[in-house]
């Protein structure tokens, strides 16, 4: 997703710390990803207090990506061990941030790979599975969208309209928000759709008093 290159190996603790990249979403939006430590089932509990201050992250994300090697024999004892150490963070079942990603496609045969995807469209539309296959890029596009969607469900779109001549207000809506659309308008002045989360929706606002929100159809 990142292209970006970073150490991997089929080896217990070949990494240990989290990275972070800088993600482009479909539209324009950048995201920072957070590649936590994998979790390992009956780990002593010296070591589980060590991963917990990694993990701690997963718990302020906007989206939260659940990682499954969907090839391995026992994906399913680890997906419920993912869940546990998720309801031990506080993220409960069900939890809308929740993304569960289905890696490794790649490595099915025909047989396997048609199970898979007729299996995660049983899911309800807004639970389902997103099979991807990290290696050779298949499935990512749509990963990368299902993302976008999920931080755009907890964002408000604004209108406003600004003078043209005002560039360091532009670049700061540009560095706050995510601008959809800009044009110049009857009145000369240069009208923007922005969408924004919450904190910074609010930033907007009040630097530009006479911005309006649209409200989501229904």
């Known amino acids: 997703m990142t292209a970006a290159s970073v150490l991997s190996a089929d080896v217990l603790f070949a990494t240990l710390d989290p990275t972070l990249r800088a993600v482009g979403l479909p539209h324009g939006a950048r995201v920072i990803l957070s590649d936590t430590v994998g979790f390992i089932s009956d780990l002593p509990t010296m070591l589980v207090a060590a ?27 680890q997906s419920h061990d ?10 409960e079942a069900g939890d809308p ?11 099915m045969n025909s047989d396997d790979r048609v199970r898979i995807f007729n299996l995660a469209e049983r899911h309800e539309y807004r639970r389902q599975p997103l099979p991807v296959s990290a290696l050779t890029g298949e499935g990512i596009e749509h990963l990368l969208a ?37 044009e110049m308008n009857e009145e000369g002045r240069l009208a ?16 530009y008093p006479e911005t309006t929100e649209v409200k989501p159809p229904g």
């Open 51 to 77: 991963f917990r201050a990694t993990l701690e992250e997963v718990i302020e994300a906007d989206v939260i990506l659940h990682v499954r090697d969907m090839s391995h024999e026992d994906s399913d004892a």
């Open 82 to 91: 993912v869940g546990k150490v998720l309801v031990e963070l506080g993220i």
């Open 97 to 107: 941030r929740v993304v569960e990603v289905w890696n490794k496609i790649d490595r």
């Open 146 to 182: 299902a993302i976008e969607q999920r931080l755009g469900e907890k964002r408000q779109t604004l209108q406003l309209s600004i003078d043209p001549s005002d560039g360091a207000g532009l670049s700061w809506l540009y560095r706050h928000s995510e601008v959809l659309s800009r």
């Open 192 to 207: 923007l759709s922005v969408r924004a989360d919450p904190k910074n929706a609010a930033l907007v606002k009040h630097k």
